[in-house]
């Protein structure tokens, strides 16, 4: 399907480009694109890989991304049957999980790289996604959000006087986007136009394992962990939480540098005292936030010490991880180069706007208002076009009014998934990703649908 489709951007993006005289947008929107994919994202990510390899590595090594594995395992077994119960994918795809649900998209792309790797173990014919895989993209996708941060912090910046009204909003949505993605991934993983992975089984031969590769070793449970080193995590586990319930408690009697930061990812009235809010309003918001904010160094600390404390030499598996986040970001720069230069030569040709004027008349009627065609067309495409499309819109319409919070909600509830799929395909070298694509867009039709309809009726 990807196939079809980047063809079809590429074909239109010349075809509408010499219809309207934007040739010279064309070729700069391929050149602008291509030096963005690697100067700009494949590159930086390989510093950022390194890290989260890193930690991956020791957490593999001293058996917590299993034991975390095994404590969902009811659910992860449902989701990924053709997934070993006790293999390290499980635990890689809930970390990567769990960091979309509470924002950390620095840390959720390594932890996705990462659980995409490890499903590429089981992967018997290279170079085609498996039910698993395309599972786990569509969820991903389509991840449930707790806080949108960066639509949030945009309404604040415009003096909204209720920025986090998109929370609940974007939680709704993103449970229906995330419940129609798996839907339609289990649905189409069977249909005969992508192919079933029987059928791939019979058109590739002989199989991988075959060819003198070795299945996938899994880690073995390390020692025991020592009395001084339970006595550690338990300090450190008590630690955050005492640091969690000030945090959200006293916000106000931070030192300076930190209420300045703490202002940055927070509206003012999300950061009020619980006694200055009786009722409890935005309690449950600032706990989130201020989860997200204590998540990265509380794991940057733990992971390390609970290796430790498990007998695994920490500097040295650290290393080992790191070594393959430079390896990953120049993987993927094919891909994203691909992708992406597609879609610089789609918008520079003026694609987004003539598709806005072709489907305008037939969205009206059904209350889907116009102003939200483009974000939601570039939505699939482009974050930081997405992010500039939403600022507009907020300085155009209000920061209160209906439509921006529908655009808020939909920017909060949807995803990239032309960049997710190329930087997680990519890094595993998949090139036929089978139903993958068509889950994916699913879940961003429905998170779009489900926003206005929200929206509609909690803000009328």
């Known amino acids: 399907m990807l196939n079809y489709l980047w063809l079809g951007l590429v074909a239109l993006a010349a075809v509408i480009g010499a219809a309207t005289g934007r040739l010279k947008e064309v070729t700069e929107g391929a050149f602008t694109m291509a030096d963005t994919a690697v100067m700009k994202i494949a590159l930086p990510l390989a510093g950022v890989m390194a890290l989260w390899l890193g930690l991956m590595r020791l957490a593999e090594r001293s058996?917590?991304?299993?034991?975390?594995?095994?404590?969902?395992?009811?659910?992860?077994?449902?989701?990924?049957?053709?997934?070993?119960?006790?293999?390290?994918?499980?635990?890689?795809?809930?970390?990567?999980?769990?960091?979309?649900?509470?924002?950390?998209?620095?840390?959720?792309?390594?932890?996705?790289?990462?659980?995409?790797?490890?499903?590429?173990?089981?992967?018997?014919?290279?170079?085609?996604?498996?039910?698993?895989?395309?599972?786990?993209?569509?969820?991903?996708?389509?991840?449930?959000?707790?806080?949108?941060?960066?639509?949030?912090?945009?309404?604040a910046a415009q003096h909204s006087k209720d920025p986090t009204a998109i929370v609940g909003t974007a939680l709704l949505a993103t449970i229906c986007s995330t419940i129609a993605g798996i839907t339609a991934v289990k649905w189409m993983e069977g249909w005969r136009m992508f192919g079933t992975e029987p059928d791939i089984a019979a058109a590739a031969g002989t199989p991988r394992a075959a060819e003198g590769e070795a299945e996938p070793v899994l880690v073995a449970e390390p020692a025991p962990m020592p009395a001084w080193g339970r006595a550690a995590v338990v300090l450190l586990l008590a630690g955050f939480a005492a640091l969690l319930v000030w945090i959200v408690a006293a916000p106000?009697?931070?030192?300076?540098?930190?209420?300045?930061?703490?202002?940055?990812?927070?509206?003012?009235?999300?950061?009020?005292?619980?006694?200055?809010?009786?009722?409890?309003?935005?309690?449950?918001?600032?706990?989130?936030?201020?989860?997200?904010?204590?998540?990265?160094?509380?794991?940057?600390?733990?992971?390390?010490?609970?290796?430790?404390?498990?007998?695994?030499?920490?500097?040295?598996?650290?290393?080992?991880?790191?070594?393959?986040?430079?390896?990953?970001?120049?993987?993927?720069?094919?891909?994203?180069?691909?992708?992406?230069?597609?879609?610089?030569?789609f918008r520079g040709a003026g694609g987004i706007e003539a598709l806005k004027s072709a489907l305008a008349p037939l969205l009206t009627p059904i209350g889907f208002p116009p102003d939200l065609l483009p974000l939601v067309l570039v939505r699939p495409l482009s974050g930081s076009a997405t992010t500039a499309l939403f600022v507009e819109i907020v300085g155009r319409l209000g920061p209160d009014a209906l439509i921006t919070r529908m655009a808020g909600t939909i920017f909060g509830s949807t995803e990239t998934t032309f960049y997710v799929i190329a930087v997680y395909f990519g890094s595993v070298a998949v090139r036929r990703t089978r139903h993958a694509v068509a889950a994916g867009l699913i879940a961003d039709f429905a998170g779009v649908v489900a926003s206005v309809i929200i929206c509609r009726l909690m803000f009328g």
Not at 318 to 338: C, H, N, T, Y
């Open 252 to 345: 106000a009697s931070y030192h300076a540098a930190t209420t300045a930061l703490h202002g940055k990812i927070f509206p003012t009235n999300v950061a009020a005292p619980a006694w200055e809010n009786p009722a409890g309003q935005h309690i449950a918001l600032r706990t989130i936030g201020t989860m997200s904010l204590l998540a990265v160094p509380f794991l940057l600390v733990f992971f390390p010490l609970y290796a430790m404390a498990r007998g695994v030499k920490v500097y040295e598996e650290f290393v080992e991880g790191a070594k393959e986040g430079f390896q990953v970001a120049i993987r993927i720069i094919p891909f994203l180069v691909a992708i992406l230069v597609a879609i610089g030569m």
């Open 63 to 155: 058996g917590l991304v299993q034991q975390l594995a095994r404590g969902l395992r009811p659910v992860m077994r449902r989701l990924f049957p053709d997934v070993p119960e006790d293999h390290p994918a499980m635990g890689s795809m809930l970390m990567n999980m769990a960091a979309n649900m509470l924002g950390l998209s620095n840390a959720a792309t390594p932890l996705g790289l990462r659980a995409m790797k490890d499903l590429e173990t089981l992967n018997r014919h290279p170079g085609t996604a498996t039910n698993a895989m395309c599972t786990f993209l569509a969820i991903n996708t389509s991840s449930i959000q707790l806080l949108p941060t960066t639509a949030i912090a945009i309404l």
